[in-house]
């Protein structure tokens, strides 16, 4: 079957870096996403991966390993702002994607 | 309109009842897509469009149905509502041109069967 596994839950400070990550085992890769979604509101596209390596956008990173089957987001300076779920989706050999269930990122003053 | 658009923004209903739930996107995507949300669970696929004209079962299919008539539209039917199907949808788009391109979300349904 196919599986996207993320933590449920994170707990970061203002100010400091977090680490979230993504593990799948799909039939087929043909690409990586992050989303971004808060809290009653819509996810929004944040990052994609193909190939392995980092991919930089600001405050917000992604790393993909194909061999590993695995992706981790990188969030920079965190603000409170950035509280919200985090979704990890792969898209699988029908072009389909397959999301993970989302880690929710609390942070703190 | 900019983007998707999607209506009701919520809605309660009673089981059995029919339910039409619109979904509009203005930005001449060839594919769309219905999601369901669930507490703890992942984005789950209903059904999908690549194109006007054509239309595919997703991985919750069951109870539902869909058209795409024409580009910008792609309603979802809930032919006799149970409560198993309360829940948030999301539809969702992507311009098709290109299997790089991302998915652009509508602000969703919330949906309550009684």
């Known amino acids: 079957g196919q599986n996207i596994d993320q933590p449920t839950e994170m707990t970061a400070t203002e100010g400091a870096i977090v680490q979230i990550n993504c593990t799948y085992q799909?039939?087929?890769?043909?690409?990586l996403f992050w989303y971004q979604q808060h809290a009653g509101e819509a996810p929004t596209f944040l990052s994609y991966n193909v190939l392995d390596g980092l991919e930089e956008k600001g405050r917000f990173s992604s790393f993909l390993s194909r061999s590993k089957g695995y992706s981790y987001l990188l969030l920079k300076e965190l603000q409170m702002k950035d509280s919200a779920s985090y979704l990890c989706?792969?898209?699988?050999?029908?072009?389909?994607?397959?999301w993970g269930a989302g880690t929710k990122l609390i942070i703190k003053p | 309109i900019a983007g998707i658009t999607q209506a009701p923004t919520s809605q309660i209903l009673a089981a059995g009842r029919r339910m039409t739930l619109r979904c509009t996107q203005d930005m001449r995507h060839n594919a769309m897509y219905w999601y369901r949300q669930d507490l703890g669970l992942g984005l789950r696929l209903i059904h999908y469009s690549n194109t006007a004209g054509t239309t595919g079962k997703g991985e919750v299919p069951d109870g539902y149905s869909v058209s795409r008539a024409n580009t910008d539209d792609f309603p979802l039917t809930l032919a006799s509502a149970v409560p198993s199907q309360t829940s948030v949808y999301f539809c969702?788009?992507?311009?098709?041109?290109?299997?790089?391109?991302?998915?652009?979300f509508g602000p969703g349904t919330r949906l309550t069967v009684l």
């Open positions: 969702a788009s992507r311009s098709g041109t290109s299997s790089l391109d991302e998915q652009f």
């Open positions: 989706a792969v898209k699988d050999s029908n072009y389909q994607l397959i």
């Open positions: 799909t039939s087929g890769f043909n690409g």
